[in-house]
């Protein structure tokens, strides 16, 4: 089993900048199965949306086209830990984040969820 713990998130101006992290604990075997991380996110009434993703050994990255230009994921290895940089932030990218961890088997670790509030 993965845990995964996120932290980061809060209220910012628009055009303010945040950093979410995401941190994996557990078993070292089902971490060591982990090949992709991907930050989703859920504004209230609306579906849960893929915002960015990164594969876990290439390090190749996908945005959706709502973030692109402003918004950077990356991750360390060493440190089980996934993050993304968040710049020019608007009101609607207000949602809970949630990391996700997905093993080479395709089964899904998720975190709690983190509060992103962006408004003057």
């Known amino acids: 089993q993965v845990q995964l713990v996120e932290s980061g998130g809060g209220w910012v101006q628009p055009g303010g900048s945040l950093t979410l992290s995401c941190a994996a604990s557990?078993?070292?075997?089902?971490?060591?199965?982990?090949?992709?991380m991907a930050w989703y996110r859920q504004a209230p009434g609306k579906q849960r949306e893929l915002v960015a993703d990164?594969?876990?050994?290439?390090?190749?990255?996908n945005y959706a086209d709502s973030v692109k230009g402003r918004f950077t994921t990356s991750r360390d290895n060493a440190k089980n830990t996934v993050y993304l940089q968040m710049n020019s932030l608007k009101p609607e990218d207000t949602a809970v984040y949630y990391c996700n961890f997905r093993s080479i088997k395709g089964y899904d670790y998720w975190g709690q969820g983190t509060q992103v509030t962006v408004s003057s």
């Open positions: 557990g078993s070292w075997l089902s971490i060591l199965s982990i090949s992709n």
């Open positions: 990164i594969s876990k050994f290439a390090g190749t990255t």
